[in-house]
């Protein structure tokens, strides 16, 4: 028979359970914590929208996934963090088309000098059944691409003298991205082509390891470049579209709600991008104008295009596999 203190003792022990239990029970779902690679500054347009991106998700998952973006390229260049995401260490992240062409032939498709007529007919082509075919080709690489911001056009900016025809580039130290296709690009022209770290370009434009480099507008005034290249040549030669991505590994893990609430959260963030992108891309202008820069149009683009057909055949001859694709982004256009 139970004493009163065996029983006493009995019941407290079974409080102290249910008290575990309960406590267990209570206890939330861990949020799911995402790193995000950006190579720009927080007020850059990309940066404004992908914290719009991670604030709609955090908020219509409740909390069960938390985006936090890494500006600044604080995370890495875009070379490792494309690895990084690929390999799941990075969650997510904003990448420009250009490097990853080493990665994933296809996309190299999009560097090809003129592909694209104008920023619009590259927004109509990605956000199509073209778009979706590039994107199946990123995803074989574990990479999920959501949605497709803009980069407007890239033209050539230098420290000696306005751009007009292929021969002024001719002798020109030109910094590009690590692609081939932008050194043969820059060489069919008659320059020197240097890949180089982003980071590292301001620095080699003020001592004169490189005389120029190419870029948009929003990028050659955040950087700074504006201050020691101060000829803006509006040769509109690459029209690079960005992908908002996130790594296989990352997508696999969400339930299809979440996934639904990512993706419609990216398309959301492009929409915004293109937007400010715009708005930017007009202060950003008028921003190096007055600060002294020349900026000159350039009147015969054609000249320039006719260099480029080398690329285009050794393109082609290279990887047959994707000629049709390369006439489907240009019937696509109009």
Known sequence: ??????????????????AGVVSVISIPAQAEQWR???IHPPSYPNSVALESFAEEVA????GRVEPKVYHNAVLGDQPDAIEQTRNGALDFANFNMGPMGPIVPATNIL???FIFQSPDD????MDGEVGDRFADALAEKNLVALSWFGSGARSLYNTDHPVETPADVEGLKVRVMNN???VQMIDELGGNATPMAYSEVYQSLKTGVIDGAENNYPSYESSGHYEVATYYSLTEHLILPECLCVAESTWQELSEEDRGIVREAAQNAAEEQRQLWEERAQSSRQMVLDAGVEI???EDKAAFQEKMQPI???FVQEHPDLEALVEDVRAAQG
């Open 36 to 38: 995000g690679w950006n």
């Open 111 to 113: 560097s090809l000098p």
């Open 122 to 125: 590259m927004y109509r082509v």
């Open 312 to 314: 285009y055949d050794g």
């Open 296 to 298: 000159n149009e350039v």
């Open 59 to 62: 908020e219509k998952t409740e």
């Open 1 to 18: 028979m139970l004493t009163n203190k065996t029983t006493k003792n009995s019941k407290i022990l079974k409080m102290t359970a249910l």
């Open 180 to 182: 081939d296709l932008y």
